[in-house]
């Protein structure tokens, strides 16, 4: 395993400097706000993720999800992990994830966001002190209620994706609204 930084080839990880340290039991060091850094990049993040996902061969003039998987990590207490993941598909969602659907034309919709599981519980036991929207989707998701995250059920009582769902909405509109298509077969 290599613990030189993808980033930067000239030093070794984070991780790996915080172990070592660890190891040698080095005392007073003082680790940095990564999470900090990390969070105030999320625009760019989207962005960038968006651009690579129009690059890619597979999606080129095709609409394709991107979600984006936030957690922190257990040994670096102070860290912020986001992993950003392009598909075809719809994915099922999960905690510590936002979804975003991108269309050839340049709409870009927001789908959803689920915090963490531990903030779920705390968002549930004071529905006061938080939206009504947040609190009723995570006791929808609680609940498997996926139709309010653009599923349905097939013949076979599967879950799978809803293409005439439109509760997603755009990003810079005035009422963020899918617009409404008729679909003739």
């Not at 095709?62 to 392009?86: G, N, T, W």
């Not at 991108?102 to 531990?118: A, G, I, K, Q």
């Not at 006791?139 to 809803?162: A, M, S």
Request: aromatic content about 12%.
């Amino acid at each position: 395993m290599s613990l030189t930084s993808n980033i930067d080839p000239s030093r070794n990880t984070v991780g790996s400097i915080y172990r070592d340290a660890q190891i040698s039991g080095e005392r007073g060091v003082i680790i940095g706000d990564v999470c900090h850094e990390i969070k105030k990049d999320l625009v760019k993040d989207i962005n960038e993720a968006i651009e690579k996902g129009r690059e890619a061969d597979e999606f080129k003039g095709k609409p394709f999800y991107l979600a984006f998987y936030e957690k922190y990590d257990l040994m670096l207490k102070r860290s912020l992990v986001r992993i950003p993941k392009i598909t075809h598909y719809r994915p099922y969602p999960e905690q510590d994830m936002m979804l975003f659907h991108v269309y050839p034309n340049d709409d870009v919709y927001f789908c959803w966001e689920l915090p963490h599981r531990s903030q779920m519980l705390n968002i549930v036991m004071n529905p006061t002190l938080y939206p009504q929207e947040q609190v009723d989707q995570i006791k929808r998701w609680e609940n498997l209620q996926l139709e309010y995250f653009g599923f349905t059920k097939d013949e076979n009582g599967n879950w799978v994706e809803n293409k005439l769902y439109r509760g997603d909405f755009l990003l810079g509109s005035s009422d963020g609204k899918k617009e409404v298509k008729l679909v003739l077969a």
